[in-house]
């Protein structure tokens, strides 16, 4: 019994750790932008970040849904009711939508299996220790390096739960180590992209990303963009 109870006491405890690093990741991400907008001429007021202070509190529950509210408010130059907060949407929305199937978005190998579209500039996946070509058929050890520079010279392995440049590793054919891989972990070989000169005033080091957040209606059918933003990552 007692074994029992420390178990759900330290599931707790992680948990709140976790959601702790978690708010204050996104805290830190959205004041970056606010400043970094701040310098373009976009600003906060203070009635506009009193208002997002308060509605977070009335409509998510906590102040830690602010931030992201400063900075919608302060890009549209005014605070609009029905904003979702990056990290509530994250945090509260997106599991409930999606729930044990949402986890599967985080394995980069199925990228083929679930899209089966050849927009994708994947190459290969590695998959506990073996490697598979795009239609998942294993790759000999001795043609991996070949398969997988067999049409660029450079490459990125986007390992899986990999996000903002994180568990992003990039290799050439000199430079390609199996065994680094193998420690790495799962995750998908692509090739690396050269991105089009209109995008480099977003970065001109790193690719930029351009995501559309699209929801499904309850009937199944289309797609509706619900959010344009522009990023940049390492990918």
Not at 81 to 90: A, L, R
Request: charged letters at 25%; aromatic letters at 12%.
């Amino acid at each position: 019994m007692l074994g029992q109870i420390a178990r759900r006491v330290g599931k707790r405890s992680i948990r709140a750790v976790r959601n702790t690093h978690y708010h204050r990741g996104h805290r830190r991400q959205a004041l970056t932008i606010l400043e970094a907008i701040r310098r373009d001429g976009l600003t906060l007021t203070e009635t506009q970040r009193k208002r997002c202070d308060d509605y977070a509190v009335e409509t998510f529950g906590s102040r830690k849904y602010a931030p992201w509210l400063y900075v919608y408010s302060a890009m549209a130059g005014e605070f609009r009711e029905g904003w979702i907060p990056d990290n509530y949407y994250g945090e509260v929305v997106a599991p409930k939508l999606k729930g044990d199937y949402g986890e599967i978005s985080s394995l980069k190998p199925l990228n083929q299996a679930l899209f089966g579209s050849n927009a994708f500039p994947d190459i290969a996946s590695h998959v506990n220790g073996i490697v598979f070509a795009r239609d998942y058929c294993p790759i000999e050890p001795r043609l991996v390096r070949d398969t997988i520079f067999a049409e660029c010279d450079r490459v990125v392995f986007k390992a899986d739960n990999s996000l903002q440049g994180r568990g992003i590793f990039f290799f050439t054919r000199e430079t390609f180590d199996i065994m680094a891989i193998r420690r790495i972990g799962n995750g998908l070989f692509q090739q690396a992209i050269n991105q089009h000169d209109d995008l480099r005033v977003f970065s001109d080091t790193t690719t930029a990303t351009l995501r559309l957040t699209t929801v499904f209606e309850e009937r199944g059918g289309g797609l509706h963009c619900a959010q344009r933003t522009c990023e940049w990552g390492e990918a």
